[in-house]
């Protein structure tokens, strides 16, 4: 059993936890091995910087996060920002007609804190992705990041020389935020809930649990 307050197999009701620990530990590293293959390269190839203030971007770790690996018009493009800094703010994705497809104001986790959003038809072309601080004092103005939307589905990512999966990043504090928010709406739930799955599968077969669900365009999250 995997428990989003207490881990794998917590037994609530005697407080002793359950060594569950060699099937979870299997299949974490079945899963993180499918889904995160992509993490980095997402985070290298897809999000630039839109002439965003330095001094945020530096003080507060931003860092954006757009699956699936490669977007593309005939899959949802999911939108994820990060940042270490408990900033107030509203996240907005801006279409190439210049028109906001989606928004969102509410700020989880903390730290690193997270917005997240979603479109379920992109169309192809160049897309923006903007944080704007709501807090008054802000130290910077709106921060940007450039998501480019293929017309044409992609390949999935190839190996590389030696490599299981390509590597075109490398994993720094950023990423790092990135991986820990993607953990947290795995498991997110309210504070006075007390979920549980019998397994690691159920979890990240779940699109609205599982903000890279079927990252890869490899129907990756039935294999695990």
């Known amino acids: 059993m995997i428990s989003a307050k207490g881990g794998a197999g917590y037994d609530w009701g005697r407080g002793l936890p359950v060594l569950l620990a060699r099937q979870f530990i299997g299949a974490a590293t079945t899963a993180l ?4 293959g992509g993490f980095l390269p997402a985070l290298a ?5 839109q002439g965003s203030a330095p ?3 530096a003080a507060g770790e931003i860092a954006l996060l757009p699956s699936p ?7 949802p493009l999911r939108v994820m920002l990060v940042t270490e800094k408990p900033l107030q703010g509203e996240l907005s994705v801006t279409g190439p007609d210049g028109s906001v497809a989606a928004t969102s104001r509410e ?5 690193p804190y997270f917005w997240f959003t979603e479109i379920k038809a992109p169309a192809p072309g160049s897309w923006h992705a903007t944080l704007t601080p709501q807090q008054a004092g802000a130290p910077c103005g709106p921060i940007t990041r450039e998501i480019k939307v293929r017309p044409d589905k992609p390949g999935g990512p190839g190996p590389a020389a030696r490599s299981t999966w390509p590597l075109r990043n490398v994993w720094d504090r950023a990423s790092e935020n990135l991986f820990s928010a993607w953990i947290e709406k795995l498991f997110d739930d309210p504070l006075d809930a007390e979920p ?4 690691l599968h159920e979890v990240v077969r779940d699109p609205s ?3 890279l669900f079927n990252h890869l365009g490899l129907n990756e999250d039935a294999k695990i």
């Open 45 to 49: 190839e897809n999000a630039q910087a």
């Open 107 to 111: 700020r989880h986790g903390g730290p």
């Open 55 to 57: 001094v945020c971007d």
């Open 33 to 36: 091995s499918l889904i995160t």
């Open 196 to 199: 549980s799955w019998p397994a």
């Open 69 to 75: 690996w490669a977007p593309w018009k005939g899959a």
């Open 209 to 211: 649990r599982n903000f």
